[in-house]
């Protein structure tokens, strides 16, 4: 469901605001908050054509979770390298390798979405989207998960992007 991005112009806004936004611990993703938002905007400000398919994934959207989970640090926009325990949805906690930022865009969607905080867990079988992390650090008014049917993602300027879902196939 979605294809990761990365910029292929490196003096664009979209670099120049990510350069404060590599936190040193996992307590100042908080502090973040503000600079993940003008990424956003920045993202927002560029046509998609900026930006280049690094990859092509099925993700699990879990409107439960509060962060991201990517498989691979490859994925990332930015990366800190950082041991740190995740807890599940379980109450099982599980390690991450390290945690940052992904720059994606929904199949069939014009918007590039900032994810954040996206922790690198090797050892899950798939990457998860988390509505609520992208609502708060997307700027989106509201991101509505309907079990088994759709995503729906309402923006600041009131544009909705709803995006059909489909029950996951285990390999």
């Known amino acids: ?17 990510s350069k404060a936004l ?7 993703i908080q502090k973040a908050r503000s600079k993940i938002v003008a990424l956003q905007a920045a993202c927002n400000r560029l ?25 691979h640090k490859e994925m990332l926009y930015w990366y800190t390298e950082r041991r740190t325990k ?13 945690f ?18 996206s922790y690198v867990m090797t050892q899950n079988d798939w990457p998860t989207l988390s509505p609520p992390a992208l609502r708060v650090y997307s700027g989106l008014k ?9 995503l729906e993602l309402v923006h600041a300027n009131g544009n909705v992007s709803l995006f059909r879902t489909r029950p996951m196939e285990r390999h």
């Open 1 to 17: 469901m979605c294809c990761g991005v990365n910029t292929s112009d490196p003096t664009n806004d979209v670099k120049s605001q």
């Open 86 to 98: 995740v807890a599940m949805a379980d109450g099982v906690t599980a390690m991450a390798d390290g």
């Open 47 to 71: 046509p998609a054509s900026k930006f280049k398919m690094i990859t092509r994934l099925s993700t699990h959207v879990d409107g439960g979770a509060n962060a991201n989970i990517v498989t």
């Open 142 to 150: 509201r991101a509505s998960v309907h079990a088994l049917e759709s």
């Open 22 to 28: 590599k936190p040193t611990d996992i307590h100042s």
């Open 100 to 117: 940052g930022c992904a720059l994606t865009r929904i199949e069939g969607s014009e918007y590039i979405y900032v994810l954040y905080p």
